[in-house]
């Protein structure tokens, strides 16, 4: 036993020792993502590697801000060490897709999200990275928040690329037959003269249209009673710290206590309670524990794919005019960065629209409109 406990001593020192002195390889070891997977074929030292790595450190400190839905088209050019980073928030109940295409489809593309710590101005933690051949990343988010989107092709490396970062729903809508346009009251507005605010949304439907399950649950409550007449109150079965109210229903459907499905039907939309001089509507609420009450339109709300209607092919310009104005981001309302004089180069990192996304050196990257811009 003693032998035992003197071996296992010497194997925690000596792991120590290796995490001291290559914490890098460790870390990797324990990371199962495609990008700590392909570090592992480098050494330590190799100055393509450290370039490399470099350009990713620099990229997590860009400031560069986008409006969901955004696309991007390029070209990843190898000889420059790309890397493509993106602010943008996200609502609570948002759902974030990442999608990546690129020509070669044996090209290592990494990706990686990140979130901003609460109470902080610059400090991200890494929440989700693809696996090896993953171009696809989804995400949920918990909070509104700000994140952040890394994409780093793999060393040496040139292929086309399209990107597309947009939101889709977590959930269906509740009212069959019904989308965004049919959402008339938002969350927040007066009630009572102001005396009170919204808590939920609104969405108009004919009186008798079947009103649905969102997700797998529990039925809790049943009830005719003060403002919201006609109601029901489900328990989500996975998401057990929510709750999903719907009133003014004409009918109800299901008991307290009965189990239902995704899908399932657990009234009809009527105008009971304080909705009795209304045109028909469903009143949807969604409550968490410890929260209350949170603007359930974000879980429900339904946005189109972007796409792209011409590919971008240049990788390189020079800029035509006497002085251009580099931006945040992709909007000439977003703050100026930095400056560019008559014929100065840039790199291409891709297009969104009219605005090229350019990189003047490692620290200097933003948007610039493409009309002021020559390709090389």
Known sequence: MRRIVIIGILLGIIGTIVFLLIPE???????????????????????????????????????????????????????????????????????????????????????????????????????????????RLEFISERYATYKLIVQPEVDIATSFLLKIYTQPSYPFPVVGTSNKDVQSLWGADRGAGQRSHEGIDIFADKGTPVIALTEGVITTTDNKGLGGKQVWMRGKKERDKSFYYAHLDSIAVEKGNSVQQGDTLGFVGNTGNAEFTAPHLHFGIYKDKQGAVNPFPFIERHGVPKVDEANKVMRAVVESNAITIHQGPSAGLPELFELRKSDTVIVLGAFKNWYHIQRSPYQKGYAESSYLKAL
């Open 25 to 135: 390889k460790v870390e990797s070891l324990l990371d199962r993502s495609a990008r700590a997977a392909y570090i592992r074929n480098f050494e330590k030292n190799d100055s393509t590697f450290m370039q490399w790595k470099n350009a990713r450190e620099q990229a997590l400190r860009d400031s560069l801000l986008i409006a969901l839905p955004y696309v991007e088209s390029g070209i990843f050019d190898g000889d420059s060490y790309p890397v493509h980073a993106y602010n943008f928030q996200l609502q609570e109940g948002s759902k974030l897709i990442i999608s990546l295409e690129n020509e070669i489809d044996t090209a290592l593309v990494f990706i990686e999200i990140f979130q901003k710590e609460i109470d902080s101005e610059n400090d991200f933690r890494s929440i989700l990275s693809n696996k090896k051949a993953e171009k």
